[in-house]
């Protein structure tokens, strides 16, 4: 390749830069890259209706393999709002002044959001049952997040690095619905399994940066292990994203031994039922991530215990008390646990459902 080739191609690039430096030009810390580890998406379901994200070594984000974030054009996430008066069929609720007030989102009440994780969609039966459980507990606004095109198989590390886009997203509706609904920051409760527990940890550093408060809780349900066990926490969830953390633990072993679960203790406090790493009643589990590839049919499967978590969540809204062995009530597992519950609890359940 001689000199003059090199010139060309080395014009070529620099005037793509300028080209994408100009098209996000309202998107911080653009200049100078080729996108070769970056995205910058302009939407209007980002905060400041632009964002970029960067997978290179200066950051902590190297827990992808090389896999970007997807843009909510390619994501196409869908925020389901429920409540009493729409408790079957929900309404489509979105980032924006006039589309939350054609809403009948009441920011008077608490609102809890669910995600799903890896292979899975907002409109699966666990999540239909947690919304109807909670519905029937309180009068609240329940927000579905569907993230399916996002978290599709089999390209589990995509699935992972769209977890900060769908944060991001979550992020911005909640400082609308602060702004625009009248909600107050601390009111949100942000329930999420496996990677969803992740996406709801991006969700809760943005809320933080964008409005210098922190929701009140994030619920982690067996938090995904692989691309985020090992790494700082800014890139999992962690106990400084929501004034309250707590993890449910079912599923806390290595990849290697088909576990899909994180081990460590990352909330303020952390619960291993039966001890966190197989729950009774399921079958042996070999497959790792390939159980994964279809969560739907796999959940009383060879993802039983990575599953198992959701039951134990819903049922401890109205029908079972999880309570840690030394009987400490304000530790019992699950939706009623209080916020000054601290530390590792490893409570005992059955291996039948309700399971307590």
């Not at 390939?290 to 990575?306: P, R, T, V, W």
């Amino acid at each position: 390749m001689n000199f003059s080739t090199v010139l060309y191609i080395s014009f070529s690039l620099a005037t793509a830069v300028s080209a994408i430096g100009v098209q996000f030009l309202d998107c911080p810390g653009n200049d100078g890259t080729l996108g070769l580890l970056r995205r910058c998406c302009r939407s209007d379901e980002l905060p400041k209706a632009c964002e970029c994200y960067d997978i290179s070594s200066s950051t902590d984000y190297t827990n992808t393999a090389f896999q970007k974030p997807q843009c909510p054009a390619d994501i196409n996430v869908v925020f389901h709002l429920y409540n009493r008066q729409h408790r079957t069929t929900s309404q489509r609720i979105q980032s924006g002044e006039t589309r939350i007030k054609s809403t009948s989102f009441s920011g008077a009440k608490k609102t809890v959001f669910i995600a799903h994780g890896f292979t899975d969609n907002g409109n699966n039966q666990w999540v239909i049952a947690m919304k109807n459980a909670l519905l029937d507990a309180e009068d609240l606004n329940v927000i579905a997040v569907d993230w399916q095109q996002g978290s599709k198989g089999p390209n589990y590390y995509q699935a992972a690095a769209n977890t900060r886009m769908v944060g991001s997203m979550v992020a911005r509706l909640i400082q609308d619905l602060h702004s625009f609904g009248q909600a107050g920051i601390g009111n949100f409760h942000l329930v999420g399994h496996s990677l969803g527990a992740h996406l709801f940890g991006y969700a809760g550093k943005e809320v933080f940066r964008l409005t210098n408060q922190k929701v009140g809780r994030i619920t982690g349900m067996d938090p995904a292990g692989p691309a985020f066990e090992g790494y700082s926490s800014y890139v999992r969830i962690d106990s400084s994203d929501a004034q309250f953390v707590d993890i449910i633990h079912t599923d806390a072993e290595p990849l290697i031994n088909a576990g899909f679960g994180i081990r460590g203790s990352i909330g303020h406090v952390d619960f291993y039922p039966n001890g966190g790493v197989h729950q009774p009643g399921c079958p042996a589990e070999t497959f790792g991530l390939l159980s994964m590839i279809n969560f739907s049919s796999q959940k009383d499967g060879g993802a039983c215990s990575h599953g198992r978590v959701l039951d134990l969540f819903t049922n401890s809204i109205q029908r079972c008390r999880y309570n840690p062995p030394d009987g400490n009530t304000a530790c019992t597992m699950g939706y009623h646990v209080s916020r000054s519950c601290r530390g590792d609890h490893s409570p005992v359940t059955t291996d039948k459902a309700p399971f307590c």
